[in-house]
């Protein structure tokens, strides 16, 4: 099953992006990412029951005048 994800940032910031890990042999791989420069980010993925993932939110842009914000993160299956 496809699942999505989905990060999304308050009216502070201005470039948010996520990267998806899958471990492999006691190491990260990164298997997906979005790194469009906006406010909202999504990838999608079919992730195995038997197999261990990270998500990694990053906010690479503030909006001016602001240095910290609030963010969210929904995963749901498509």
């Given at each position: 099953m496809t699942h999505g994800i989905?990060?999304?940032?308050?009216?502070?910031i201005k470039d948010?992006?996520?990267t998806v890990?899958?471990?492999?042999k006691g190491?990260?791989?990164?298997?997906?990412d979005d790194a469009?420069?906006?406010d909202v980010a999504t990838v999608s993925i079919k992730p195995r029951s038997d197999e261990e993932y990270k998500?990694?939110?990053?906010?690479?842009?503030?909006n001016r005048d602001y240095s910290v914000g609030h963010y969210?993160?929904?995963?749901?299956h498509e």
């Open positions: 989905a990060a999304f940032g308050d009216y502070r948010i992006d996520i890990y899958i471990e492999r190491k990260w791989k990164k298997i997906e469009e420069n906006d998500i990694v939110i990053s906010v690479y842009k503030f969210g993160l929904m995963i749901f």
